[in-house]
């Protein structure tokens, strides 16, 4: 074997390798769900999530959602709570649980603002009788 068959052989390895690279294009993959995307201000495509990663309620993305609506005040200034109240949902401020009353206390639900309300949510495990689901 002379010394130009190594070299030889090296570049017949590199010609075939670059005919199969051009004869089977590597096609990029697109998700499907790329094309629901939106665009962030530095350029990067968001793909909205269809539930968050903490849901909010029991059955929030699992298709059995919190069956009732809590009672709002006459106001619009909250919900009403009343004793008994089986899985109310509260839902304003881009803030949703659902409120079940098995004790003997009526609850009234701030909610003039996001603040307030999400204090009385994380204040609900103390109250007695309320849950959130």
Not at 95 to 104: Q, Y
Request: hydrophobic letters at 35%.
């Amino acid at each position: 074997m002379n010394q130009g068959s190594p070299l030889l052989i090296i570049g017949f390895i590199s010609v075939l390798l670059f005919a199969i690279v051009s004869v089977f294009p590597n096609k990029s993959f697109t998700s499907v769900e790329a094309k629901f995307t939106d665009a962030s201000t530095g350029g990067l495509a968001i793909v909205p999530a269809s539930c968050p990663s903490d849901p909010h309620y029991a059955g929030e993305c699992s298709g059995t959602p919190c069956p009732n609506s809590a009672p709002t005040t006459g106001d619009s200034g909250g919900y009403v709570v009343t004793s008994g109240a089986s899985q109310n949902l509260v839902n304003r401020h881009g803030i949703s649980f659902c409120i079940s009353n098995a004790g003997g206390n009526k609850y009234f639900v701030p909610a003039n603002s996001p603040t307030e309300l999400q204090r009385f949510r994380d204040a609900i495990p103390r109250l007695p009788g309320a849950s959130v689901q």
